[in-house]
């Protein structure tokens, strides 16, 4: 459909350039248009408003994802100027300000993996929570579950205290402002069956924390890193030898090294299971 709506203004490697670069968050789109289609941009935006159903906004990223707080340059193109959305996720409802905070529509089928492996009465701790969305869907799904959510974010925390509002999960979601490692030092000793890393840039910096946040040092930690790879077999296996590493100080078994997604050329996301024994 975008396909044939763009074959006026775009040529057929523009159009699989364009086609392919576009996230759907609620009621936005975020897409990355390159610098040979600049003069295109807004057409091309005014095309994405009239053909995707229930859109009413798009952005164009001007940069990667950058900084501690994984943010991305955002440039108006069309619709209503405002990087506020509801976005909907395997029955929750979140929301969103793409313009201060990170958050992929593309982790919806690894957070509800995640959000169905937690057992009845656990603990979680959520080192990098965002604006709620694995944590919320935990405890949405288990309604004997609690989930300790931190972030340094202060838009993130402030909309992950809503976001648990909404979904009516605030009696066991409690979002904690502040860097991981202090909160867990200071708060979080020895509180959680299961503790969730899904920050892959920055997660192997936080591997005692983790581990120092499971009571007795038992438990199960889901580690999220990127690994340069030639396919996904072989992410697979630079995951798990990433993962050794990462927790080399420690007695560990590795249940399940998955790949997320590809994030980049010969570049991939993985998430390992990770059992600690202490």
């Known amino acids: ?3 044939e709506a763009l074959k006026q203004l775009l040529d057929k490697d523009e159009l699989e350039e364009v086609c ?3 996230d759907t968050i609620g009621g936005i789109i975020v897409i990355k248009i390159p610098e040979s289609l600049n003069q295109k941009k ?3 935006a005014e095309v994405l408003l009239q053909k995707v159903n229930n859109v009413y906004s798009v952005f164009c990223q001007t940069s990667g994802v950058q900084g501690d707080y994984r943010l991305r340059n955002l440039e108006f193109l ?3 100027n405002s990087p506020i959305t509801y976005y909907k996720e395997n029955g929750c409802t979140f929301k969103i300000d793409v313009a201060n905070v990170y958050f992929s529509p593309r982790l919806s089928t690894e957070r509800m993996r995640i959000a169905n492996m937690v057992k009845d009465n656990e603990v979680i701790v959520n080192l990098f929570g965002g604006v709620g969305t694995y944590s ?9 579950a609690k989930v300790y959510s931190i972030d ?5 925390h402030e909309l992950c205290i809503e976001n648990s509002t909404i979904n009516k999960v605030n009696d066991r979601v409690i979002s904690l402002f502040g860097d991981a490692k202090l909160v867990v030092n200071s708060r979080l000793k020895e509180k959680a069956t299961r503790v969730l890393m899904p920050l892959p840039e920055k997660a192997r910096e936080f591997v005692d924390e983790a581990v120092s946040s499971l009571i007795n040092g038992e438990g199960t930690v889901h580690f999220f890193a990127h690994v340069k790879a030639d396919s996904k077999k072989d992410a697979i296996d630079k995951g798990a030898v990433e993962t050794n590493d990462a927790f080399k100080r420690y007695k560990i078994s590795i249940d399940e090294v998955r790949v997320v997604r590809e994030v980049g050329p010969r570049l991939y996301q993985i998430v390992s299971d990770v059992s600690v024994i202490s």
């Not at 919320?136 to 004997?144: D, S």
């Not at 340094?152 to 993130?156: E, G, K, Q, R, T």
């Open 42 to 44: 807004r057409l091309i």
């Open 152 to 156: 340094s974010n202060v838009f993130a």
């Open 1 to 3: 459909m975008l396909r």
């Open 78 to 80: 069309a619709g209503i």
């Open 136 to 144: 919320v869907l935990i405890a949405r799904g288990n309604k004997t």
């Open 20 to 22: 392919s670069a576009f």
